[in-house]
């Protein structure tokens, strides 16, 4: 995301002008690159550099403060400073030796879990990692935003059986996850204790946090999981599909998977989450975006929803901020007019930004 604020004039700057702020210092902590803009023949140049911030490395969001004779001057055409287009984000290969190492990793371990994080969509890696899931036969887990990686139904998907699977593998794939709070920090008692780590970022500045990672595989997701695939092309292995890990993930997931179905059918007035989701499941074609926010509404939905496409859910995310659904629904709207897009909101997560409602319907936009 590229944010445009606005604020005073540059040459008032201590004044006191009309909305004079420093608008830069608040909003540092949570991008990764925030500038105001000093010269408009320079603009072109600011413009990249936030594009190259956000799309590069980690992606994450950018700000550029307009001052307002940043927005109102005008120059001459021939004075401005154009820049050539942003290349696409670079997709550094892991170490070799770190890809022999991940895969003699998995085929030591007895119940071994591949977690799927938003790293693989942003990274667009997910024919890789789907025919890497099949080839290995090794159960995955799906983060809230790498939902649709594998479409949700696929016989390989631990969600149903999540606490058990996180609880029990003797060993874990991150691949573009991180073990933030979302996964418990990789802790006990969420994880074994001596729960061993594989981990494949983009950014060697994540690796090891929280826990050690074993093997660590520094580089793009969709480059990194190809190298994986070229080596099991080599040297084919497959995860046992009798062993008793995955028996005993597919019980575990039927198990929870019935008594969330007597949830779904639950027939009592008035109707419970369970139930009032199954019934926006069943409306919805497969390629719809689901936007989610809210407490209960947000997890809850995760695991009544399903996604059958990468990128096609988005909500509270890593930081779990309420108050985003109305953007995030405008905007994927927006950039895809032809999809549905179904705005799943708690009634708090709706006030936050309410009256974004005023903006759908002048764009006459048809989020549902
Ligand atoms: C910006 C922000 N403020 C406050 C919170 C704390 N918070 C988390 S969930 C929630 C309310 C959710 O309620 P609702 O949207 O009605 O969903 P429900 O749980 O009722 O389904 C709040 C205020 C937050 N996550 N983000």
Do not use: C
Request: glycine share 8%; net charge negative.
């Amino acid at each position: 995301m590229i944010m445009l604020g606005g604020a005073g004039e540059t040459t008032r700057i201590g004044m006191g002008d009309f909305q004079e702020a420093d608008l830069l210092t608040p909003v540092l902590p949570y991008a990764k690159f925030a500038r105001s803009a000093q010269s408009i023949e320079r603009l072109p140049a600011l413009v990249a550099e936030a594009a190259r911030k956000s799309l590069h490395g980690t992606p994450g969001p950018s700000f550029l403060d307009l001052p307002g004779d940043m927005i109102s001057g005008s120059v001459e055409e021939d004075t401005v400073q154009w820049v050539p287009r942003v290349p696409d984000a670079p997709r550094p290969m892991a170490d070799p030796q770190s890809v022999g190492d991940a895969l003699e990793a998995l085929k030591s371990s007895e119940s071994p879990l591949v977690i799927i994080g938003k790293g693989v969509a942003w990274s667009r890696a997910e024919e890789e990692v789907k025919r890497f899931v099949e080839e290995t036969g090794l159960p995955y887990l799906a983060m809230p935003m790498a939902k649709g990686i594998l479409p949700d139904t696929h016989d390989q998907a631990a969600a149903a059986a999540r606490s058990y699977v996180l609880q029990n593998a003797d060993l874990i794939f991150l691949v573009g996850a991180r073990l933030n709070w979302m996964l418990h920090y990789g802790l006990p008692p969420r994880f074994r204790e001596d729960v061993r780590v594989v981990q494949l970022d983009i950014n060697s500045e994540e690796i090891g946090v929280n826990v050690a990672a074993e093997v660590s595989l520094v580089g793009d997701a969709k480059a990194t999981m190809a190298q994986l695939l070229d080596a099991l092309d080599q040297d084919p292995w497959k995860f046992p599909d009798d062993s008793e890990w995955t028996q005993s993930v597919k019980a575990e997931a039927a198990r929870n998977g019935e008594s969330v179905q007597a949830m779904m059918d639950d027939d009592s007035t008035p109707m419970g989450y369970y139930r009032s989701l199954k019934e926006i499941r069943d409306a919805l074609p497969e390629d719809t975006i689901i936007v989610a926010e809210g407490a209960s509404t947000m997890d809850i939905s995760r695991t009544v929803l399903d996604n059958f496409l990468p990128r096609h859910r988005l909500d509270a995310g890593s930081f779990g901020s309420m108050g985003l659904g109305h953007g995030f629904a405008i905007a994927a709207q927006v950039v895809h007019p032809d999809k549905k897009v179904l705005a799943l909101q708690g009634d708090a997560a709706f006030g936050f930004a309410g009256m974004e409602v005023e903006v759908v319907v002048r764009h006459k936009l048809s989020i549902m």
